[in-house]
Every structure is written in C-alpha cells, then in structure tokens.
Nanobody, 125 residues
Framework: QVHLVESGGGLVQAGGSLRLSCAVS????????MAWFRQVPGKEREFVGD????????EYGDSVKGRFLISRDNAKKTVYLQMNSLKPEDTAVYYC??????????????????WGQGTQVTVSS
C-alpha cells in the first residue's frame, strides 16, 4: 500500500516560518513528481508547488512564489515545504500528493494518484 504522511503543521504568527514534511512509503519515490496543495473549507483545493522527479525543478503557484520552497530527499523518501513570510491567507490544510505522470498540468488535482491526510497550518495576525 502507498502511504503519504504529512507533518509539521501548526500555529504561527504572520511573518513567521514553518517547514512541512511528507514521508512516503509503498512506491519508488525517486520516479514520482511530488506536489503540495492546500485547501480552505468550502473552497477548491489550490496548487502550492511541485518538484519533478526527472529534473528536480520546482514550480510554484503565484500566491506563494518567492516565499515557499520545495525540496526532496530521495534517500529519506520525503518531500519538504519550507514556508517563509507567512500570511493569514496561507491558513489552510496542506496536502502532499504524488504522480508518475510527466509533462502534465501540475495544478490539476486529477493528475495525482496518491494523497496524504493533510496537516493544518494556521497563521495568526
């Protein structure tokens, strides 16, 4: 079975930083593109960023460019989301996801076969 487990969420003040982790098991991690999404109750799931398995190049949603950084450790089968300069509007449940596809629309949730359970991030004013 494939499992993705997020951790590192919590409560932080605006302007602060937080690092999320997603540990993966049950698949050949190095051959999967990993991504982060976030969701607020009543809203659609929003693309945060991804990191490709072939090139290792990361891509980010417009709302987090310049503030967030995605990295991966293939030996540990873990993907990270470093979040800096956090804003109240970053408050959401953050999910990690995995896809074997290449060249697809990374912002489309339907391209991801596996998802974690999510971790809550709350940014106070």
């Amino acid at each position: 079975q494939v499992h993705l487990v997020e951790s590192g969420g919590g409560l932080v003040q605006a302007g602060g930083s937080l690092r999320l982790s997603c540990a993966v098991s049950g698949l050949t991690f190095s051959t999967y593109t990993m991504a982060w999404f976030r969701q607020v109750p009543g809203k659609e799931r929003e693309f945060v960023g991804d990191i490709k398995w072939i090139s290792g190049v990361a891509e980010y949603g417009d709302s987090v460019k310049g503030r967030f950084l995605i990295s991966r450790d293939n030996a540990k089968k873990t993907v990270y989301l470093q979040m800096n300069s956090l804003k109240p509007e970053d408050t959401a449940v953050y999910y990690c996801a995995a896809t074997r596809s290449f060249g697809m629309r990374v912002f489309d949730t339907s391209n991801y076969a596996y998802w974690g359970q999510g971790t809550q991030v709350t940014v106070s004013s």
